[in-house]
């Protein structure tokens, strides 16, 4: 099985839904729109176990994460400034606390707090670290000790990290937690979704072999989006920043569409 192939779609198709309201099945906004208000409920199936959305489709369906099976492994999400890098983490804890109560959990470490005052207040929130707090580094550490015991529950844990840029070149022992996690952490049930400024990839090569499996928004400037690419024939540049994003892993490319959330960075 592909990696590709762990990205599930939802069985009920959007045109149902768009016939019962009457909507154009081809303007992607109203999708977007629609995704945010109604599709959220519909595409989160507790009863499938740890499932993510990730996104929706072209074809209307929305593709999922298998938090059970770490064969993605770890997730970078790449995007120039403004399309769309933080807006999309924050999609993803909203999306998480849609599961069965507890089953999924998420923690944030960013360096700008103050832009996650909406999602600190969900129940399945674990915390919003400020990067340059030392805080952080504690949070790191709970979760490696942590990857003994969550393999024996249900339980998940997202860890949302906008920013790596701004950690690789900080504390040592966070460095050392993060790489520790990206290596081993998908398979002991805590997911690392991490966020790059392209502009900023000649700081991280010793980095980007963790990810195989990157979401890509709009990056304009082909050389960069080359660095990123698997499939060196997509553009990167005609994507719709703050909504539109590509799946890219070595067996393949997907684009999809984001609900109407905040662009962030």
Not at 8 to 30: D, F, G, K
Not at 36 to 48: G, M, P, V, Y
Not at 107 to 118: K, L, Q, R, S, Y
Not at 225 to 236: G, K, R
């Amino acid at each position: 099985m592909s990696p590709i192939d762990h990205f599930l779609p939802v069985l009920q198709s959007y045109q149902e839904i768009q016939s019962a309201l009457n909507l154009p099945i081809s303007t992607p906004h109203r999708i977007g729109k629609l995704f945010a208000a109604d599709l959220l409920d519909e595409i989160t199936d507790a009863s499938s176990g740890a499932t993510l959305p990730l996104g929706l489709s072209d074809d209307g369906l929305p593709v999922r994460l298998d938090l059970y099976d770490p064969a993605p492994g770890p997730l970078l999400v790449a995007g120039d400034g403004g399309s769309g890098k933080t807006g999309y983490l924050k999609f993803l804890a909203q999306a998480s606390n849609r599961q069965d109560p507890g089953e999924i959990e998420f923690g944030v470490i960013t360096p700008f707090p103050e832009e996650w005052a909406a999602e600190e207040s969900l129940p399945n929130g674990l915390g919003i670290w400020p990067a340059y707090h030392p805080a952080a580094s504690d949070f790191l550490a709970q979760l490696v000790c942590w990857t003994e015991a969550l393999p024996k529950s249900r339980q998940v844990v997202l860890l949302l990290v906008d920013g790596l840029d701004l950690l690789s070149t900080g504390d040592f022992l966070i460095q050392k937690d993060l790489r520790w996690l990206l290596m081993h952490g998908p398979a002991r049930q805590i997911w690392p979704v991490v966020t790059v400024n392209p502009g900023r990839l000649q700081n991280l090569k010793g980095w980007m072999d963790y990810f195989k499996t990157r979401i890509l928004g709009q990056v304009r400037r082909e050389q960069t989006a080359q660095e990123l690419l698997v499939d060196t024939d997509i553009n990167l540049g005609t994507l719709k920043a703050g909504m539109q994003f590509g799946l890219s892993s070595p067996d393949g490319w997907k684009k999809f569409w984001l609900p109407n959330v905040d662009k962030g960075d």
